[in-house]
């Protein structure tokens, strides 16, 4: 399966940079745009499986560009989740009334920003996201939050299913504890790096029991991978 196709289209350089690592980080394909008066061009030339969209752009502001793209036979199914800093009701309902499919309000949490993201794709078009991960004899319900190994349920935490699960969509990519601790916990949260490997060693101990394979692996000095050959036949 190709990876979904998001377009971010935001004039500020610092948040267009976070979210376009973000969003690869999450295994998604990602082009992005500063200027309004592009977008239905970039639109036009690949369609994307989903635009995040800033509401004050230069050129055709957000609310304009997505009243066009609503406007046409081609692209007016494209989920659109507007990006904006103004949090009033009022606005909320405009930005809605206007064609998006959600609203998020900056400063916005990257993890529930992503959980949007794959929330919004799933509701448009269920077969875009894969909403099982397996690798060897580990299987992940991502709809469901259920992981299981060799059939056997594991109870994992909130944070272990959303540690494990970005593992696993970016098989063989290390990431280090920060970038880890960016997607998984927050920004926001008060944690330091020392949390991810605390969690780490809580998520080994629960999906390996006796000689079974672990499937992560410990980059020394820089963080932590899902091994790309687990599962591999030797």
Same mark, same amino acid.
């Given at each position: 399966?190709?990876?979904?196709?998001?377009?971010?289209?935001? !004039?500020?350089? %610092?948040?267009? &940079?976070?979210?376009?690592?973000?969003?690869?980080?999450?295994?998604?394909?990602?082009?992005?745009?500063?200027d309004?008066?592009?977008?239905?061009?970039m639109?036009?030339?690949?369609?994307?499986?989903?635009i995040?969209?800033?509401?004050?752009?230069?050129g055709?502001? @957000?609310l304009?560009v997505?009243?066009?793209i609503?406007?046409?036979?081609?692209?007016?199914?494209?989920? &659109?989740?507007?990006?904006?800093a103004?949090?009033?009701?009022t606005?909320?309902?405009? @930005?809605?009334?206007t /064609?998006?499919?959600?609203?998020?309000?900056k %400063?916005?949490?990257?993890?529930?920003?992503?959980?949007?993201?794959h929330?919004?794709?799933?509701?448009?078009? %269920? !077969?875009?996201?894969?909403?099982?991960l397996?690798? @060897?004899? &580990?299987?992940l319900?991502?709809?469901?939050?259920?992981?299981?190994?060799?059939?056997? !349920?594991?109870?994992?935490?909130?944070t272990?299913?959303?540690?494990?699960?970005?593992?696993?969509r970016?098989?063989?990519?290390?990431?280090?504890?920060?970038?880890?601790?960016?997607?998984?916990?927050?920004?926001?949260?008060?944690?330091?790096?020392?949390t991810?490997?605390?969690?780490?060693?809580?998520l080994?101990? &629960?999906?390996?029991?006796?000689?079974d394979?672990?499937?992560?692996?410990?980059?020394? /000095?820089? @963080?932590y991978?899902? !091994?790309?050959?687990?599962g591999?036949?030797?």
């Open positions: 399966m190709m990876a979904p196709s998001v377009l971010v289209v935001e !004039d500020e350089e %610092p948040l267009r &940079i976070l979210l376009r690592y973000n969003l690869e980080a999450e295994g998604f394909d990602v082009r992005t745009v500063a309004g008066d592009e977008v239905e061009t639109v036009d030339e690949r369609r994307p499986e989903l995040l969209l800033d509401w004050m752009l230069p055709l502001s @957000g304009e997505c009243r066009r609503r406007s046409k036979k081609d692209t007016r199914d494209i989920p &659109i989740i507007m990006l904006t103004r949090g009033e009701e606005e909320r309902v405009r @930005g809605l009334a /064609g998006a499919d959600d609203y998020v309000v %400063p916005f949490s990257v993890p529930e920003l992503i959980a949007r993201v929330s919004v794709l799933r509701r448009a078009n %269920p !077969d875009v996201l894969a909403q099982t397996e690798a @060897g004899d &580990i299987v319900d991502c709809l469901r939050q259920r992981a299981t190994r060799k059939d056997r !349920d594991l109870n994992l935490s909130p272990e299913f959303r540690l494990l699960e970005h593992l696993m970016s098989p063989g990519r290390v990431f280090t504890r920060d970038q880890l601790l960016d997607t998984v916990w927050g920004q926001d949260s008060f944690v330091d790096d020392r991810v490997d605390v969690h780490v060693g809580r080994r101990k &629960i999906l390996n029991r006796g000689r394979r672990d499937p992560i692996r410990t980059v020394r /000095g820089t @963080g991978s899902f !091994d790309e050959r687990f591999a036949k030797c």
